[in-house]
């Protein structure tokens, strides 16, 4: 997966973009704080370095909301759909599809190119942590039933009529859904009681 951008960094880039566009100018950085719910200046300028070493941005410290979007990263917005679980698999929607969606969030371009069907889940749980997904983290999918040995899913487990987030492997007649937490156990299912329901392309950090 690609490097990625905490959901703080999302908010502010947005609104920069969404700020030029009605504007024809950058946003200055109280601007930028008071838009995105942020707690000092400070905090902001720690986040506009992020993304300026990211090259989201480029910045002229000695002038005045002198921000400039970086045109060669392109975006696109995707669907929240919902929540998964990174730990003891919940209940989720049957196949995700809602006529209504609680958020969305911008992911570079090329992270859903050739791929159909892409939408976001919010993780709830730690059993990934060691993968660097954690709980409020949120990971995005291409909706699909293809996997291979050691992909990260989304697998619906039938019977339990449950999802959970996990790295999954073929193992015999088995198929293991593995945590990425040492602390956690593996969940064992015949083959046919688990449908891949999409496959992580990308993780924005909740941080």
Not at 10 to 33: A, M, N, T, V
Not at 104 to 113: R, Y
Not at 132 to 138: F, Y
Not at 146 to 152: E, I, S, T, V, Y
Request: negative net charge; glycine residues 6%; charged residues 30%.
């Amino acid at each position: 997966m690609m490097k990625t951008l905490s959901a703080k960094q999302q908010s502010i880039l947005r609104f920069i973009r969404d700020f030029i566009r009605e504007h024809d100018y950058p946003p200055s950085i109280r601007d930028i704080q008071e838009a995105c719910s942020i707690s000092s200046t400070s905090v902001v300028d720690y986040n506009l370095k992020a993304l300026e070493r990211l090259g989201h941005i480029r910045r002229d410290r000695e002038v005045s909301r002198a921000i400039e979007l970086v045109g060669r990263r392109k975006s696109m917005s995707v669907p929240v759909v919902g929540q998964i679980a990174a730990g003891i698999p919940i209940a989720v929607p049957e196949t995700f599809e809602h006529q209504e969606f609680e958020d969305d969030v911008d992911v570079p371009s090329e992270v859903a190119a050739g791929h159909d069907n892409v939408f976001a889940l919010r993780v709830k749980g730690t059993s990934m942590i060691d993968a660097l997904v954690n709980d409020g983290d949120i990971v995005v999918l291409e909706g699909t039933s293809a996997w291979q040995d050691g992909d990260m899913v989304a697998a619906w487990i039938k019977s339990k009529e449950e999802t959970t987030l996990k790295r999954i492997y073929h193992e015999g007649q088995r198929i293991r859904l593995q945590p990425a937490n040492t602390t956690m156990d593996p969940i064992y299912a015949s083959a046919d009681d688990v449908e891949v329901q999409g496959r992580v392309l990308y993780r924005i950090g909740n941080f």
